[in-house]
């Protein structure tokens, strides 16, 4: 399990750095994409923040410059993987008690879940931004699973 996570950790950054590169290219650069982007980070960095306990420094809709996404992303992934590599099956395991953003319920997750969620939640979001970019940006970029994996080959 922790291999796997580990790799859907690194798709995350791989996917989110193809995208900024995009994203990058793109003049203007409309504020909803940048805000989408912003929110994905923020998700991960909230879950990172949950699961070790610690006050949550972020909001979900917080602005950010692309430069800030590049930043928080790379933090994110690097907190992630330190935490991942020292993780052991039951802490994996573990529930992570917390408040759903929506509608304010309290929630239970496990950590492997509420990891699988940010890459699921991020993709979706990725989704929305891609198909912003149609027409500002040819070609689009390719953020799904198979080109990550194809290029990752062991």
């Known amino acids: 399990m922790k291999e796997l996570l580990i790799k859907q950790i ?3 950054h791989w996917a989110n750095t193809k995208l900024l590169t995009s994203m990058r290219m793109v ?7 940048l805000m989408l982007f912003s929110h994905l980070l923020s998700s991960g960095n909230m879950w990172l923040s949950r699961v070790h306990g610690t006050p949550i420094s972020t909001t979900l809709w917080q602005e950010r410059t692309l430069q800030e996404c590049e930043q928080l992303d790379a933090e994110n992934t690097a907190n992630w993987l ?8 039951d802490e ?3 529930i992570v008690d917390f408040i759903f953003p929506l509608d304010g319920s309290k929630k239970r997750m496990s950590v492997s879940d509420a990891i699988m969620h940010i890459v699921h939640h991020s993709s979706y979001h990725r989704g929305q931004i891609v198909a912003r970019l149609k027409g500002s940006l040819e070609p689009l970029p390719l953020l799904t699973y198979i080109p990550f994996a194809a290029e990752n080959l062991a």
């Not at 003049?27 to 994409?33: A, F, G, K, T, V």
């Open 27 to 33: 003049n203007p650069l409309d504020e909803r994409s």
């Open 92 to 94: 994996l395991n573990r």
């Open 10 to 12: 690194n798709f995350e």
């Open 82 to 89: 330190d935490y991942l590599q020292q993780a052991s099956p």
